[in-house]
């Protein structure tokens, strides 16, 4: 290390410099955070935005996808996938649909997390529609079916047999309250 | 005199303590070929650990028993010799670079992503498990059920205290069982020692774990990521089924569902949902409402007496149907089944003094699910 | 302290002034030692009141079943005897030592920023008070550890968790005010010819420490900010439900946890580097590859936070990296513990109290290390995380590492600080039963957390009695034995046989070259170093 041949304040000022910059570090880490989870799928992260590519389907290879739905502890709604399981080519474009019901007499407003396993496939698994890109309002009482539609990239490491695709329903009626229908 | 006395009374204390259990001081083997290698792993890097410790603290006892001042030792002056320092920093290394083979070997066999033979989803509560069996149709709760007698030290302590469930997990032997791990609030980890098996559950992420165990039997954990007021009170049991005994289990689990739906068409009288509300309750409520019904205000606020409680027999199976956003409040609509509802309403109505008289028949608590829906 | 008081009957033959008089002067004094004094009593009573959280935790601990305190509470209990140690305890205490003792040992007048200085300290009770008060709220105070893993600690969190956060806030604006002062008086306030490379290693140590506070307080700060967004302003970073992430929390908070527990020991490696080759009247063995070592330690622990995530779920990659990296820290580590053998090979050591404390810091520290070494295999690490193995890892590195090297700093320059010796029976009466008990608390954790006890549990199984009964009878011990400590020091104040200028044969430095006490100004002149 050299020797100090700055003052003590142009030195104070330098590390205030950098204290400064080590609190803005610690917020950068949340991008920072996001850009690696997507870039290993860490966490069964995927992403946030619809899939643009396209691709051609591996008809040699069979890969199961099984869907689970978790419900948030304080969440009441009806929530599930109409099926459990499908079994589907790298590389085609599959779509399926979860049920979710409000059985209150309130309107409540969701979001949908998705989470894939195990999470070395999750940089191998593109949404290219989901409704976990958008909240969902429900009025009372009623049931929609929302789509998810996906690419399971042919460059899936060839241990992986099967992938989970878990949403996990939270209500954040109270964060963003739905916005009344007109005419109901 | 005093103090000795204590003493006595602290190691009689201990010995009796002693005579019911072991003193189990190292890692278990456990049941599974992960948990046994990883045990191994565990002894070999303990018994390296040792042996430097032996030479590191032997060289320092024998420095400071006979290089005293007091035995007219005169002090050397060396110091600084580069080839010592480099030997020092290249034989740890070297070791270190021997403990890193079993150990990158053993994580690649745990992060195995093989086809399984069986899914099993793991949701974490407050305070509680959830175990759904996929593509099965069978889901069901895990509480602990070490009676409140015993954790107040009113009775007896049991062998299992604190590591026994009301409904363990169960899994075939000798298969390949695939765990995906989840929470519905905040973080737990589900943890079984026998199988070496600890995974976070998070709130939105699935994590995946598996175990393959060979031998029947109960295996006991606990939840290990600090989760709340009960952390130390929801236990992981397992319980591992020869193939046909699982087969009989999970058909039993499924005609239990069909019983289940007879018991709610069917006539309750008062004592009857009295007494199944007694249970219910316990297991499912009393951890934060106490068994006392006094609750821990302000946080679980107390049923005897209460608005909610005493008040329009509605609002009261509103609340225990669809909890109370922003509180600890879970919604148990989807966590009990009709017959525990209208139990727990009608008891918790009906006790500690509370005494509106009426009561609710799963019936009811249908006609409400139908109207919800 | 009191002794320097005494001092101010000289003053009049000085040409410096002496310390005002009455309550102001420990308000408003920007004097290195009288500020160095506030912080060790300010860090000592926090040690007392989060060592008698340890007695309400090992209290309700010592038998099976909920005898004492509600769940509830015991949670609170475990978060702030945490929190208090690292950040109330530990952390003040270094920088006490720092404030007596780096100006006298590089021969500089006082810190380079003592008005700074002064308002660093006062943050402090400020911090502490906010944080100590919450308990008294309806809701209880912090009750999620003192790592505070989201969403525990925000969106379940008790009400006071917002006075939390301005605590944690104050006391990490006091640190890094601290860390800037003591890297500005290292740099810039040296004597001539004093170089770097001939500096005490305690001096070098903190300057290494003080950098590390400066990277690492910071990102703690931000990590707190964000938990005050998600809870008051509607932001997600933390939480699933608004598209953030609650694991995304815990490396923000292990990137600046684990460079923090470097800060708690690194200061009393330097300190042992001092006390070791005093007693074994014989130079350190290796200075430069300490400088060097330490270096590294420092440099490492910014690469090896995920390691206390294991579990949580990261790809193989992952695991490997940070299982790699932290196994190496293990290397500059052995480096130490072995310059400290040889310095002690062939001198002509005594044992006093500072030796006897520095001695149970390397063989306690080093234990601490090696299970250290086993928690940084992976796939070990999935049976002992988050049990009471940890926790006796965590405490093997933090008792006999960082407190036992502030003891033997303490009875080291005690005679300096006060200018009389201290009863070395009752010093050594004090660091057997410390080392005893802090031996009888620990060590059976070993076992219980590998048989499998959790962490963080107010009640356990019948298979974990017998172990917790002895921890406890060890912690009671180790807990009593502070209070001998406290009469220790202030019979030292008050009087004892008069210290020399240097009351230890071999030790070095210009610490010893003023008289004990150390008069209220000391190198007003800077000496000339050789």
Known sequence: MRESTLTIGQLTLRLCGVVVAMFAFGFALVPIYDVMCQAFGINGKTSASAYQGAAEVDASREVKVQFVATNAADMVWGFEPVAAQLTVSPGSVQEMRFIAHNPTDKPMTAQAIPSVSPSKAAAYFHKTECFCFTQQVLQPGERIEMPVRFIVDRDLPADVHRLTLGYTLFDITARKPPVPVAGR | MFRRSVLTGLLLLCASLSAQAEWAVNMRPGVTEVSQNVFDLHMIIFWICVVIGVVVFGVMFFSMLVHRRSTGQQPAHFHESTTVEILWTLVPLIILVLMAIPATKTLIDIYDASEADLDIQITGYQWKWQYKYLGEDVEFFSNLSTPAAQIANKDEKGEHYLLEVDEPLVIPAGKKVRFLITSADVIHAWWVPDLAVKKDAIPGFINESWTKVDKPGIYRGQCAELCGKDHGFMPVVVEVKSQEDYAAWLDEKKQAAIALRELTSKEWSMEELMARGEKAYQGNCAACHQPTGEGMPPLFPALKGSPIATGAIEGHLDIVFNGKPGTSMAAYGKQLSEVDIAAIITYERNAWGNAVGDMLTPQDVVKFKQAQE | MSAVIDHTAHAGHDHHHGPAKGLMRWVLTTNHKDIGSMYLWFSFIMFLVGGSMAMVIRAELFQPGMQIVEPEFFNQMTTMHGLIMVFGAVMPAFVGLANWMIPLMIGAPDMALPRMNNFSFWLLPAAFGILLSTLFTEAGGPNFGWTFYAPLSTTYAPESVTFFIFGVHLMGVSSIMGAINVVATILNLRAPGMTLMKMPLFVWTWLITAFLLIAVMPVLA?????????????????????????????????????????????????????????????PLFGYTSMVYATASIAFLSFIVWAHHMFTVGIPLTGELFFMYATMLIAVPTGVKVFNWVSTMWRGSMTFEAPMLFAVAFVILFTIGGFSGLMLAIAPADFQYHDTYFVVAHFHYVLVPGAIFGIFASAYFWLPKWTGHMYDEVLAKTHFWMSFIGMNLAFFPMHFVGLAGMPRRIPDYNLQFADFNMISSIGAFTFGASQLLFLFIVIKCIRGGKPAPAKPWDGAEGLEWSVPSPAPYHTFSTPPEVK
């Open chain 3, 222 to 282: 931000g990590c707190v900010t964000m938990m005050l967004m998600d809870i008051h302003f509607g932001t997600s970073f933390f939480s699933a439900a608004g598209g953030g992430d609650p694991v995304l929390f815990q490396h923000v908070f292990w990137f600046f946890g684990h460079p923090e527990v470097y800060i708690m020991i690194l200061p009393a490696f330097g300190a042992v580097s001092a006390i070791i080759p005093a007693f074994a009247r014989k």
